[in-house]
Every structure is written in structure tokens, then in C-alpha cells.
């Protein structure tokens, strides 16, 4: 080892490591708007404002807003078919939803956070899912 490797340790560079893969097989070549200037729009904000709107262009969605999404079904099927259900079948059903609602509480943003569900408050919480 020399001196200078002995000074500057390696490190494991992952993305670097990627870009540089796939610029020794050419890939990078032709990209769709290379060369064209970016747009004012990516260029006020701050970063993760930039991450946010770059994610919502390439059609990603958040785990948490997946999760939403879920659990607004469920209770839309629930609300709709409440009568016909055993009160067994809906206490477990409920006891679902409200472990969904849990997880989806630890990964929104704070003002997103929703109370858990009960037999007597379905249908309103059906519409504040909305």
C-alpha cells in the first residue's frame, strides 16, 4: 500500500460505482434531455421540494400513501357490506384496519395522522378517509 492509498482510504462509493458501470457500457450516452437546459421550474425550491416533484413526474408513491389507499378500500367495503357481516367477522376486520392505521401513522407526515376505527364510527371515518 502506498502512502497516498494509506491517506485515502477507500470507501464503498455505491452510486459512483453505478455511474461509472454504466458509462464504461455506454449507457449514459443518450439520454432523454442531455444537453438541453434544465427548466426555472427545477431550479427554484429547495431540495426536497425537488425530490418531491422529480418522484411524483417518474410516478412514485410514498409507502405511507399506498398504505392510505388501502385502508380507504377497506373501509368502503366495510361501510357498504357492515349489515350483512357477522359482528365477529367485523370486530376482526376492524382490528385489521386499525393495525393498518398504526403502521400508516408512523410513516406519514404528522398532519396526515387519522384516528383508529370502531363498529359505531365506520361510516364517518369511511368519509374522512376520502
Known amino acids: 500500500m502506498t502512502n497516498e492509498n494509506r491517506n485515502n482510504p477507500s470507501y464503498n462509493d455505491l452510486i459512483g460505482d453505478i455511474l461509472s458501470n454504466d458509462a464504461n457500457q455506454g449507457r449514459i450516452n443518450h439520454l432523454e434531455g442531455a444537453g438541453k437546459p434544465l427548466s426555472k421550474e427545477y431550479l427554484s425550491g429547495d431540495t426536497f421540494q425537488h425530490f418531491q416533484r422529480i418522484a411524483k413526474d417518474a410516478g412514485y408513491k ?10 380507504r ?7 357498504t357490506n357492515q ?3 357477522e359482528p ?3 370486530s376482526k376486520r376492524i382490528k385489521k384496519i386499525n393495525k ?7 410513516n406519514c407526515p404528522p398532519p396526515f395522522l387519522k384516528g383508529k376505527v370502531s363498529a359505531e364510527t365506520i361510516n364517518q371515518a369511511f368519509e374522512y378517509w376520502r
Not at 378500500?73 to 361501510?79: A, G, R
Open 62 to 71: 410514498p409507502y405511507w400513501l399506498k398504505l392510505q389507499h388501502e385502508i
Open 73 to 79: 378500500d377497506e373501509l368502503i367495503e366495510i361501510s
Open 83 to 85: 349489515k350483512e357481516m
Open 88 to 90: 365477529r367477522e367485523l
Open 100 to 106: 393498518k392505521i398504526g403502521i400508516y401513522n408512523r
